[in-house]
């Protein structure tokens, strides 16, 4: 399974962006879809999850700000950003949790490659 992160880049405070992670591969379905961040200088920390259903969860300080969403025909998730703040700089990172064959109930977990999100003030 391939992770395929884009739509990073700079952006001023109060502005918006829109990331997407598209999964290829050998894919049955993908159970959670996940986006993480590591600021400079701090520890990852996870974001905003989706699950297959469309239960949504976010980390305190993105909460009415940033929106998670999925197409499951694409095997594709979105983060849309808006407010942001420069202490929302960083690279983001998505994960997803993947289940690869129907006989097969295992599930593995898969990270993107980042793509870097720069709030100036």
């Known amino acids: 399974v391939q992770l395929q992160a884009s739509g990073g880049g700079l952006v001023q405070a109060g502005g918006s962006l829109r990331l997407s992670c598209a999964a290829s591969g050998t894919i049955f379905n993908i159970n959670a879809m996940n986006w993480y961040r590591r600021a400079p200088g701090k520890q990852r920390e996870l974001v905003a999850g989706i699950t297959s259903g469309g239960s949504t969860n976010y980390a305190d300080s993105v909460k009415g700000r940033f929106t998670i969403s999925r197409d499951n025909a694409k095997n594709t998730a979105y983060l849309q950003m808006n407010s942001l703040k420069p202490a929302d700089t960083a690279v983001y990172y998505c994960?997803?949790?993947?289940?690869?064959?129907?006989?097969?109930?295992?599930?593995?977990?898969?990270w993107g490659q980042g793509t870097l999100v720069t709030v100036s003030s």
């Open positions: 994960n997803v949790d993947v289940r690869a064959h129907r006989s097969d109930w295992r599930t593995y977990a898969y």
